[in-house]
T-cell receptor
Framework: NAGVMQNPRHLVRRRGQEARLRCSPM?????VYWYRQLPEEGLKFMVY????????ESGMPKERFSAEFPKEGPSILRIQQVVRGDSAAYFC????????????FGQGTRLTVV | AQSVTQPDIHITVSEGASLELRCNYS??????LFWYVQSPGQGLQLLLK??????LVQGIKGFEAEFKRSQSSFNLRKPSVHWSDAAEYFC???????????FGTGTRLTIIP
């Protein structure tokens, strides 16, 4: 049973480009969470999704960031018109049920904006 | 406001020595409590968690943590550290009615021979 898969592991984008980060949850998991880790900081919650629904996006920046978790396929975190301040590690976690008490994390995508 | 505090940014311990990493939370009730470890360039691995019951929790890799309600603390301990324990350790809490983990800022552990 594969764990939470994130790709790419490393992503370099120029300022103004778009970044797409993918997360495939563990088999049987229908809840996905995205977190951002800025350098020298802890993880900050961004968004919580279930299949085809955004449940809580209170941690998402108001502009340029969006997330989806379609019926088929991975969850996508999309950052439009990236800026240097978006450089961070983005982690996805998945859980099988409400409560996030058994969340498993992927290895993260490290985004560098140049 | 709900928050998690890890007061030690960086700790250095000799191999074979004991370890205690501190974690305090601010909340009106007892949340779910977790400790995660992150090796350089890697994701997070769950070491242990506390939901209820026995306040001393055993985890993987020889770690344990003790929940103390009176101190709102959930400190992580290990009796004898190994060089492979060098990593970043994060305390996290899940507050009731909330689906998102709140993380502390982490403690970086360095092991010296």
């Amino acid at each position: 049973n594969a764990g939470v898969m994130q790709n790419p592991r490393h992503l370099v984008r120029r300022r103004g480009q778009e970044a797409r980060l993918r997360c495939s949850p563990m088999k049987g998991h229908s809840h996905v969470y995205w977190y951002r880790q800025l350098p020298e900081e802890g993880l900050k919650f961004m968004v919580y999704l279930q299949k085809e629904n955004i449940i809580d996006e209170s941690g998402m920046p108001k502009e340029r960031f969006s997330a989806e978790f379609p019926k088929e396929g991975p969850s996508i975190l999309r950052i439009q018109q990236v800026v240097r301040g978006d450089s961070a590690a983005y982690f996805c976690a998945s859980s099988p049920e409400v409560g996030n008490t058994e969340a498993f994390f992927g290895q993260g995508t490290r985004l560098t904006v140049v | 406001a709900q928050s998690v505090t890890q007061p030690d940014i960086h700790i250095t311990v000799s191999e074979g020595a004991s370890l205690e990493l501190r974690c305090n939370y601010s909340y009106g009730a007892t949340p779910y409590l977790f400790w995660y470890v992150q090796s350089p360039g890697q994701g997070l691995q769950l070491l242990l968690k506390y939901f209820s019951g026995d306040t001393l929790v055993q985890g993987i890799k020889g770690f344990e943590a003790e929940f103390k309600r009176s101190q709102s603390s959930f400190n992580l301990r290990k009796p004898s550290v190994h060089w492979s324990d060098a990593a970043e350790y994060f305390c996290a809490v899940l507050f009731f009615g909330n689906e998102k983990l709140t993380f502390g800022t982490g403690t970086r552990l360095t092991i010296i021979p």
